[in-house]
Nanobody
Framework: QLHVVESGGGLVQPGGSLRLSCAAS????????IGWFRQAPGKEREAVSC????????NYGYFVKGRFTVSRDTANNTVYLQMNSLKPEDTAIYYC???????????????WGQGTQVTVSS
């Protein structure tokens, strides 16, 4: 079973930044697409971003609007989600998930981390 762990969440003021990490153990992240999803209380899970295997492609949810950047650190077997210009509506639990290709459909992802809480508030 593929195992990933998210970290880097926390409390940040509006306009601030956070960098989320998705670290893998027991397998090489480069061989897989890694999706970032988020779920706010009372809302459905939504796709935030995805990076294809070996960084072949990236895509973002419409609400990102240039504020987030997804990237790979092959040496550390980690995928990052750099989030800038954070807004209160970005508050949610953020998850990374593993699949063979990028998709906005979370049902296609078989392996998920436990999530990391991001709270944007003054």
């Amino acid at each position: 079973q593929l195992h990933v762990v998210e970290s880097g969440g926390g409390l940040v003021q509006p306009g601030g930044s956070l960098r989320l990490s998705c670290a893998a153990s027991g397998f090489t992240l480069d061989f897989y697409a890694i999706g970032w999803f988020r779920q706010a209380p009372g809302k459905e899970r939504e796709a935030v971003s995805c990076i294809g295997s070996s960084g072949s492609s990236t895509n973002y949810g419409y609400f990102v609007k240039g504020r987030f950047t997804v990237s790979r650190d092959t040496a550390n077997n980690t995928v990052y989600l750099q989030m800038n210009s954070l807004k209160p509506e970005d508050t949610a639990i953020y998850y990374c998930a593993v699949n063979s290709f990028c998709s906005r459909d979370s049902n296609l992802y078989d392996y998920w981390g436990q999530g990391t809480q991001v709270t944007v508030s003054s």
